[in-house]
């Protein structure tokens, strides 16, 4: 028998399937897809729980919801706790002290900074946000996949209507959705194999016109991330995102430039006007969306609230009624 039918396999329809389990409810995942993989945006995020560094430009609720979204995922894959580093360059050393105003949660390093990141050697001062953490999304996506199968809940590739389907339902499509008020925000990243360059934590590197986050990932692969373009459009990455990621990162440490270039990607990020994803009840249905840049941070946050919202008609902060 099934509780809640839930449209979409990324990383909220994931989530809202694991918690609805943990609630005690048997949902149905469909996908037009199947399970997770390239179609998605979820496939190419950078992995940061971080949310005091995005509390530089998100709204208050991704910063307090988001920084219990380490200790979730950790129920179901590994998380590397080290925290993060944002740096400047010398000439841009406005903008971090700009940064600290913005955030909290971080400490001023200089020269402990050559013992935190040996290899960082372009810097002389970093904010540490040592309270934050970050994971592999992809083999998150496949842990989370493992542990729903475990418990008997498996993604059914099939391309459906939430109105074709009969009882409650949960759509977490993002773009697919016809959700009023959403917008494409288009992200593009590359994947570099620098396995001469030994950073253990994610690195932003501020800049006026392009900053850039550099996460670390197994193997001596790094994703370097992520333009934020107001378009909808769904073409192949720019040359000047290339460009200018690589730029990025050569400033950062030289030794980028001798870097295999892996893999890149880009895909639309949906997001509300505030950038605040969110729970919309339309009747039996409800639309998980929104989640922007914060995917992987405030995924967990979401399901939570809409579990509650159709167990027991809690509406938390995440949660508006259409």
């Known amino acids: 028998m099934t509780d809640v039918t839930i449209i979409g396999a990324g990383v909220a329809g994931l989530w809202a399937a694991w918690e609805c389990s943990k609630a005690g409810l048997t949902p149905r995942i469909l996908d037009r897809n199947g399970p997770p993989g390239p179609h998605g945006c979820s496939w190419w995020a950078g992995g940061m729980l971080a949310p005091y560094c995005e509390g530089a430009t998100a709204e208050a609720a991704i910063v307090r919801h ?5 200790q979730a995922w950790a129920e179901v894959t590994e998380i590397t706790y080290r925290g993060s580093l944002v740096v400047a360059l010398q000439r841009d050393r406005a903008e971090l002290a700009r940064f600290a105003r913005r955030t909290s949660g971080h400490r001023l390093v200089s020269t402990d900074l050559a013992t935190l990141e040996p290899d960082l ?20 996506l ?11 809940i498996v993604v059914e590739r099939a391309e459906v209507r939430p109105e074709d389907i009969d009882g409650p339902v949960m759509d977490a499509r993002g ?15 590359v994947v570099l194999h620098a396995p001469d360059i030994a950073l253990t934590r994610p690195v932003r590197l501020l ?23 107001e378009s909808a459009d769904r073409r192949g990455i720019s040359a000047r995102a290339v460009l200018e990621l690589l730029s990025a990162a050569y ?6 430039a001798e870097a295999e270039l892996v ?6 990020r949906p997001a509300f006007a505030d950038n605040v994803p969110r729970v919309v009840v339309q009747g039996r249905i409800l639309h998980l969306n929104g989640l922007f840049r914060h995917g992987y941070l405030m995924a967990p946050a979401l399901a939570r609230q809409a579990v509650a919202f159709l167990t027991q008609g809690l509406k938390g902060e995440l949660v508006y009624e259409d």
Do not use: K
């Open 66 to 70: 988001g920084a219990a979204a380490a």
């Open 121 to 140: 050697s372009t810097a002389t001062q970093a904010l540490f946000f040592e309270g934050e953490a970050h994971l592999d999304p992809r083999a998150a």
């Open 142 to 152: 496949s842990d989370l996949v493992a542990a729903l199968s475990a418990r008997g």
């Open 175 to 189: 773009m697919a959705a016809a959700v009023s008020g959403l917008r494409g925000v288009r992200g593009e990243m």
């Open 207 to 229: 800049h006026p016109r392009h900053a850039l986050y550099i996460v670390p990932r197994a193997g001596g692969l790094y994703m370097l991330g992520a333009t934020q373009i």
């Open 251 to 256: 400033a950062l440490d030289p030794r980028f």
């Open 263 to 268: 893999e890149t990607g880009t895909d639309l």
